[in-house]
């Protein structure tokens, strides 16, 4: 009903910038919030930052100060910008939306992107 397609994966050197972007396509009747989560080799998915369809923000306290979350509604898309990236910033970074869909009938989704992968090297 709700796919995700992430971009702005990549490799950047520590230090450096990168910013994310995941839309939101399908039969959308709205979208109640957005997020991004990471998950590095052997861990466990982490949340990295979440924003509200009314734009309250939520982050990991490794991202505060660091990373910025914004949605363009209009367009169903979220954005990470990542700033000061760290070598433990290294991951796969997965967008995820939660909302109500509307074909025909109602109902919630929780869907989750592919994935893209971010490396920082030292």
């Known amino acids: 009903q709700v796919q995700l397609v992430e971009s702005g994966g990549g490799l950047v050197q520590a230090g450096g910038s990168l910013r994310l972007s995941c839309a939101a396509s399908?039969?959308?009747?709205?979208?109640?919030?957005m997020g991004w989560y990471r998950q590095a080799p052997g861990k466990q998915r982490e949340l990295v930052a979440l924003?509200?369809?009314?734009?309250?923000?939520n982050y990991a306290d490794s991202a505060k100060g660091r990373f910025t979350i914004s949605i363009d509604k209009p367009e169903n898309t979220v954005y990470l910008e990542m700033n000061s990236l760290k070598p433990e910033d290294t991951a796969v970074y997965y967008c995820?939306?939660?909302?109500?869909?509307?074909?025909?009938?109602?109902?919630?989704?929780?869907?989750w992107g592919q994935g893209t992968l971010v490396t920082v090297s030292s």
């Open positions: 924003i509200s369809s009314i734009g309250n923000t």
């Open positions: 399908g039969n959308i009747f709205r979208v109640t919030a």
């Open positions: 995820n939306a939660v909302g109500t869909y509307y074909s025909g009938t109602f109902g919630e989704y929780n869907v």
